[in-house]
């Protein structure tokens, strides 16, 4: 009811402001940007068959979970190209069972944190200088992080503080927000990226652009946290960090508008060894035992956006982990590939409306199936055992555009082998998400 009551008066003051967030010159140069959200999502499960559970397992008996975000978006100009940006954030609720137990997990506006209550996070707090490499300008709409005003056609982009990674990278028009689009983290990112982030999703990082009208090069280096889903950052960056590189290239198909990304990530950290976890104690074995400075962990991945007609698209992603060390930011998937389709009600004449169907496979590396079927536990998984099969997960959602700032969606998953395990599921969850924008 607490979370009820805040979004409530959120929503309240959103529809307040929203009319003058809107007026104005839309097309002048901006010196400031002021935007906010407020997202409110419930889901339930009925109770599901488990020959047995354990400490990180989805709970088998019926539940049901709420979360709640509310985020303002600040950003001001400071001089020609330069821009200083803060998000201040306020989350509470819970995933289902904590987020635990299934590593495509069901709601990417719930993190793994220890109490539900509603919590202050300054989430993005950066600075950001364009550099122009050509004098051929275009428009950039206000919006979230960005400053409406003409910029270069071709330029190079510094960006240093704190800020969500996946902000910049792994980015795709039909399947990245979880409060707008799919919710299932193995959805709404590359499962298999172990990207840098506190428990809360955010990280100090520095990241380079090169932006051109068909592509783009991206690389950052970012801060770990200290333990594996932690919120204290680890600083000794020559011992822990996370880089990332990747390029995209946008291109016509027939006249349909389409990107291709390609990314390769490796992390650097007190990481614990799936094989020398079992060496050492076969019967029980136990990560941090064996965790030691300047383990690695690296990955590739690909990223598919392709527009069919005036109202579908299509989507795909893929990607691989070595999968040797323990997962340290993230989620425990190794190999992962998703499909989906997402689109608008303009042929119901209801265009603000999107809707979309997605399905996930995901998998563990070898090692780290064998770790968890002798009883070992990560940050999210860990049944006590494991009959190891591959996780499948498929997402159906709609989004009712209720007003031009006020959108109702429901949403439907089915699991098969949640955590990867033959023994548990299939599992159904039924979403209801409530979100407002100014």
């Keep these: 009811m607490r979370l009820l009551h805040i979004y409530i008066s959120l929503v309240t003051m959103t529809s307040s402001v ?39 397992s989805l709970v088998s008996e019926a539940e049901t979970e709420r979360s709640l975000t509310t985020t303002l978006f600040l950003g001001v100009k400071l001089w020609n190209g330069g821009g200083f940006f803060m998000s201040p954030e306020i989350s509470g609720g819970s995933g289902l069972s904590s987020s635990l137990g299934v590593g495509s997990s069901t709601n990417g506006e719930a993190y793994r944190v220890d109490s539900p209550a509603p919590s202050f996070e300054l989430g993005r707090l950066y600075f950001t200088q364009i550099i122009p490499l050509s004098k051929q300008r275009t428009y950039q709409c206000d ?18 503080g704190k800020i969500c990674v996946s902000d910049i990278f792994d980015a795709n028009q039909y399947s990245h927000d979880p409060r707008t689009q799919f919710m299932s983290w193995g959805i709404m990112n590359n499962g298999a990226w172990d990207f840098a982030a506190n428990t ?7 990241v380079i652009e090169w932006i051109r009208p068909h592509d783009a090069l991206r690389y950052g280096i970012s801060l770990l946290p200290k333990v594996a889903n932690g919120m204290e950052m680890n600083w000794h960056i020559l011992k822990s960090s996370s880089n990332s590189i990747e390029y995209t290239h946008r291109y016509s198909l027939e006249g349909r508008k389409g990107a291709i990304r390609l990314f390769s990530f490796i992390n650097w950290a007190n ?20 965790e030691k400075s300047g383990r690695v962990k690296y990955g590739f991945g690909v990223n598919v956006e392709q527009e069919m007609n005036d109202f579908i698209g299509v989507f ?39 809707f979309g169907v997605a399905h996930v496979v995901s998998g563990l590396s070898a090692s780290h199936r064998d770790y968890l079927k002798a009883g070992g536990k990560g940050f999210e998984l860990g049944d006590g055992g494991l009959n190891y099969g591959l996780e499948n997960l498929s997402e159906l959602y709609y989004s009712f555009a209720l007003k031009d700032n006020l959108f109702l969606s429901g949403a439907y998953q089915f699991i098969i082998n949640p955590g990867y395990n033959r023994n548990r599921g299939p599992v159904n969850v039924l979403s209801l998400r409530i979100h407002a924008v100014f």
């Design 316 to 354: 795909f992603r893929a990607g691989w982990n070595d999968g040797r060390n323990e997962t340290w930011a993230f989620t425990e998937i190794d190999r992962t590939v998703s499909l989906g389709v997402s689109g608008n009600g303009s042929k119901w004449n209801r265009k603000a409306d999107t």
């Design 271 to 290: 990481m614990g060894n799936y094989e020398e976890s079992l060496k050492l104690n076969p019967s029980s074995p136990n990560l941090y035992e064996t």
């Design 200 to 206: 809360k999703g955010y990280t100090p990082s520095v």
């Design 143 to 160: 919006d979230i992080n960005k400053l409406g005003g003409t910029i270069p056609t071709e330029y190079l982009a510094l960006t240093i």
């Design 18 to 56: 929203a009319l003058y967030a809107q007026s104005g010159d839309t097309l002048k140069d901006e010196r400031f940007s002021l935007h906010g959200q407020v997202t409110v999502i419930s889901q339930y499960k009925p109770s599901f068959h488990a020959t047995y559970s354990g400490a990180n």
